[in-house]
Protein backbone atom coordinates (compact mmCIF):
# COMPACT_ATOMS: atom_id res chain seq x y z
CA UNK A 1 0.00 0.00 0.00
CA UNK A 2 1.23 3.44 -1.11
CA UNK A 3 0.40 6.59 0.04
CA UNK A 4 1.06 10.07 -0.94
CA UNK A 5 2.79 12.83 0.52
CA UNK A 6 -0.42 14.75 1.38
CA UNK A 7 -1.79 11.40 3.84
CA UNK A 8 1.42 11.07 5.03
CA UNK A 9 1.14 15.17 6.07
CA UNK A 10 -2.77 14.35 7.45
CA UNK A 11 -1.31 11.42 9.37
CA UNK A 12 1.28 12.96 10.92
CA UNK A 13 -0.93 16.45 11.54
CA UNK A 14 1.37 18.51 9.20
CA UNK A 15 -0.83 20.55 6.88
CA UNK A 16 1.40 22.41 4.42
CA UNK A 17 0.36 25.99 3.68
CA UNK A 18 -2.05 25.71 0.75
CA UNK A 19 -5.33 27.16 -0.74
CA UNK A 20 -7.66 29.05 2.09
CA UNK A 21 -5.05 29.00 4.70
CA UNK A 22 -2.40 31.02 2.63
CA UNK A 23 -4.94 33.14 1.25
CA UNK A 24 -5.84 34.24 4.86
CA UNK A 25 -2.29 34.59 6.20
CA UNK A 26 -1.44 36.58 3.22
CA UNK A 27 -4.66 38.87 3.32
CA UNK A 28 -3.62 39.63 7.61
CA UNK A 29 0.14 40.12 6.36
CA UNK A 30 -1.86 42.83 3.41
CA UNK A 31 -4.33 44.60 6.04
CA UNK A 32 -1.16 45.17 8.61
CA UNK A 33 0.82 46.56 5.75
CA UNK A 34 -2.05 48.73 4.82
CA UNK A 35 -3.19 50.10 8.30
CA UNK A 36 0.76 50.88 8.86
CA UNK A 37 1.21 52.17 5.58
CA UNK A 38 -1.74 54.18 5.89
CA UNK A 39 -1.11 55.92 9.46
CA UNK A 40 2.70 56.50 7.87
CA UNK A 41 0.40 59.04 5.34
CA UNK A 42 -1.51 60.70 8.01
CA UNK A 43 1.30 61.31 10.40
CA UNK A 44 3.27 62.66 7.51
CA UNK A 45 0.11 64.88 6.47
CA UNK A 46 0.62 65.96 10.39
CA UNK A 47 4.10 66.91 10.54
CA UNK A 48 3.62 68.85 7.21
CA UNK A 49 7.46 68.98 7.08
CA UNK A 50 10.58 67.29 8.42
CA UNK A 51 13.69 69.18 9.48
CA UNK A 52 16.99 66.08 8.88
CA UNK A 53 19.76 67.73 10.55
CA UNK A 54 23.48 67.20 9.77
CA UNK A 55 27.09 67.96 10.87
CA UNK A 56 26.78 71.35 8.40
CA UNK A 57 23.47 70.69 6.76
CA UNK A 58 20.14 71.11 7.29
CA UNK A 59 17.19 69.86 4.45
CA UNK A 60 13.61 70.90 4.70
CA UNK A 61 11.51 68.85 2.88
CA UNK A 62 7.52 69.01 2.28
CA UNK A 63 5.89 65.66 2.87
CA UNK A 64 2.35 66.48 1.90
CA UNK A 65 2.59 64.95 -1.66
CA UNK A 66 4.14 61.51 0.37
CA UNK A 67 1.51 61.30 2.67
CA UNK A 68 -1.39 61.41 0.61
CA UNK A 69 0.70 58.53 -1.77
CA UNK A 70 1.06 56.36 1.84
CA UNK A 71 -2.55 57.25 2.57
CA UNK A 72 -3.62 55.75 -0.92
CA UNK A 73 -1.47 53.07 -1.03
CA UNK A 74 -2.58 51.69 2.49
CA UNK A 75 -6.79 52.05 1.02
CA UNK A 76 -5.53 50.03 -1.94
CA UNK A 77 -3.57 47.61 0.03
CA UNK A 78 -6.99 47.22 2.24
CA UNK A 79 -9.01 46.49 -0.59
CA UNK A 80 -7.10 43.94 -1.71
CA UNK A 81 -6.67 42.35 1.53
CA UNK A 82 -10.51 41.79 1.86
CA UNK A 83 -10.68 41.09 -1.86
CA UNK A 84 -8.42 37.72 -0.37
CA UNK A 85 -10.68 37.29 2.53
CA UNK A 86 -13.94 36.82 0.60
CA UNK A 87 -11.51 34.75 -2.01
CA UNK A 88 -12.21 36.56 -4.92
CA UNK A 89 -10.17 34.20 -7.89
CA UNK A 90 -8.44 37.61 -9.04
CA UNK A 91 -7.43 38.51 -5.79
CA UNK A 92 -4.35 36.65 -5.44
CA UNK A 93 -2.21 38.20 -8.82
CA UNK A 94 -3.66 41.39 -8.13
CA UNK A 95 -2.45 41.12 -4.56
CA UNK A 96 0.85 40.27 -5.46
CA UNK A 97 1.29 43.26 -7.90
CA UNK A 98 -0.23 45.68 -5.79
CA UNK A 99 2.35 44.50 -2.64
CA UNK A 100 5.11 44.97 -5.50
CA UNK A 101 3.53 48.76 -5.86
CA UNK A 102 3.66 48.88 -2.12
CA UNK A 103 6.86 48.03 -1.22
CA UNK A 104 8.36 50.38 -4.22
CA UNK A 105 6.33 53.10 -2.32
CA UNK A 106 7.52 52.52 0.92
CA UNK A 107 11.14 52.27 -0.35
CA UNK A 108 10.79 55.55 -2.02
CA UNK A 109 9.66 56.96 1.30
CA UNK A 110 12.64 56.03 3.27
CA UNK A 111 14.71 59.68 2.92
CA UNK A 112 12.10 61.52 4.64
CA UNK A 113 11.73 58.79 7.50
CA UNK A 114 13.14 61.21 10.57
CA UNK A 115 16.59 60.09 11.75
CA UNK A 116 17.84 59.01 14.74
CA UNK A 117 21.14 60.20 16.28
CA UNK A 118 23.47 61.59 13.77
CA UNK A 119 26.64 59.93 13.77
CA UNK A 120 28.69 62.84 15.80
CA UNK A 121 26.38 62.64 17.92
CA UNK A 122 26.55 59.18 18.72
CA UNK A 123 28.72 58.29 21.74
Same mark, same amino acid.
Given at each position: ????? %????????? %??????????????????????? *????????????????? =?????????????????????????????? *??????????????????? %??? *???? =??? =????????? =?
Amino acid at each position: MTTSS %VDADRMSGQ %VSPSGATATLAAGALMLTSALLT *FFIGVFALAANNVVVTG =PGYEYTFQITGWGWANILTGMVLAAFAIAL *FVSAQWARAAAIIVTCLAI %VVT *FLWM =PYY =PHGLNRADS =P
